[in-house]
């Protein structure tokens, strides 16, 4: 080729690079992932709830491409790369992360009743996220637990094992989403009830745990990532499975005795919620603006994105729930903030998978 000639592509090395690149996107995929999933479907919902119903809609388009793109990456590392997987699951850092799998699934089932209505689908998810959530479940805390040589506390927990109390709430907002208008049979409503309370359990079990680290344990500015926002997601989307549930209090003939505990134990959630903003942001403030860290894309910041968009949501159920009516302005400005983080989110996503696409190698 002669100096100065433009080099033609080859057709048929784009092919074979797309296929490295999923390989290798599948080989180091993080479990956490599906949190992009969660975070879509959350702010959709609050963009319905505050009259944004064409930003909900697209959301929808963009969590229908996402959810199967995961799942294909998932079913694929699962086949070819066994081994990173199961060390994945023994992971005391990485293993929760497989339990946005079990909210993704819910959210993106929620998601879809809410806001165009879709109660079959719904329902499928929900089956389909009820098997996960028993699946994972006990895998993730039989593994951790039978694992020979463990991390120390400082090392092994952050607040991304939440995600288990998260998982579970998924499971009972959805079932209570689908069944508005009628009761479901008296065994579901059993069981939705039962996963709230465990929901709450996990909560309340894990996170003395994630506040004795942060406030006896020397950390770096490193360790205070995104997933510690969901210290406040947990509780939020427990307040909003209790208000769901207060809601449907007319209807369930369950839940209509237990409707002073639920409306108790869900201001306690709300509030705890509330309370974990000011000091999130804070050490937020600290991290990128008094120490000067750079803030870059990683897959963990869909984990900040979430909590923001099921606190929105959560308080708009929570105010209706409660008859309470002056906490609307909560949920009007807080929308925008979600949906701020999201657009942020989907930017530093769309970078890092075009830079990818770049650099795909070609055949060999």
Request: glycine share 10%; with cysteine; hydrophobic share 55%.
């Amino acid at each position: 080729m002669r100096t100065g000639e433009a080099r033609k592509p080859d057709p048929s090395s784009e092919p074979a690079g797309l296929k490295r690149l999923l390989l290798d996107g599948a080989a180091s995929l993080f479990p956490g992932y599906f949190a992009l999933v969660m975070a879509t479907g959350v702010v959709s919902i609050a963009c319905h709830f505050m009259g944004l119903r064409p930003v909900a809609l697209a959301l929808i388009g963009v969590n229908w491409i996402a959810w199967p793109v995961l799942w294909g990456l998932t079913i694929l590392r699962a086949l070819r790369f066994r081994a990173q997987l199961m060390r994945d699951i023994f992971d005391h850092q990485r293993a929760p992360g497989f339990f946005t799998i079990v909210a993704g699934t819910c959210v993106l089932g929620t998601q879809n009743v809410v806001v165009i209505g879709a109660t079959g689908v719904g329902t499928v998810l929900w089956w389909l996220g009820l098997i996960l959530w028993f699946g994972i479940m006990y895998t993730f805390f039989t593994a951790v637990t039978v694992r020979a040589r463990k991390p120390t506390l400082a090392r092994g927990i952050n607040g991304a094992w939440l995600i288990a109390a998260v998982s579970t709430q998924s499971v009972v907002v959805l079932r209570g989403v689908i069944d508005v208008g009628s009761a479901p049979s008296e065994a579901i409503q059993f069981q939705v009830i039962a996963m709230f309370l465990i929901g709450c359990m996990l909560y309340l079990a894990i996170i003395p745990l994630i506040f004795y680290r942060l406030t006896f344990v020397p950390m770096s500015r490193q360790d205070f990532s995104p997933p510690y926002w969901i210290n406040m997601g947990a509780v939020a989307i427990t307040a909003l499975a209790g208000s769901i549930l207060i809601l449907r209090g007319e209807t369930w003939s369950l839940v209509g005795p237990l409707l002073p505990f639920l409306r108790g134990f869900t201001f306690f959630f709300w509030a705890v919620a509330s309370w974990w903003i000011p000091f999130l942001f804070a050490l937020m403030t600290w991290r990128y603006l008094w120490m000067r860290d750079r803030f870059t894309y990683e897959p963990a910041v869909w984990g900040m994105v979430f909590p923001l968009g099921m606190y929105t949501t959560s308080t708009y159920q929570f105010d209706r729930a409660m008859a309470y009516g002056f906490l609307d302005p909560i949920p009007r400005v807080l929308v925008f903030v979600a949906l701020t983080a999201w657009v942020l989110g989907m930017a530093g996503l769309v970078r890092r998978v075009t830079g990818a696409l770049r650099v795909a190698p070609a055949p060999g």
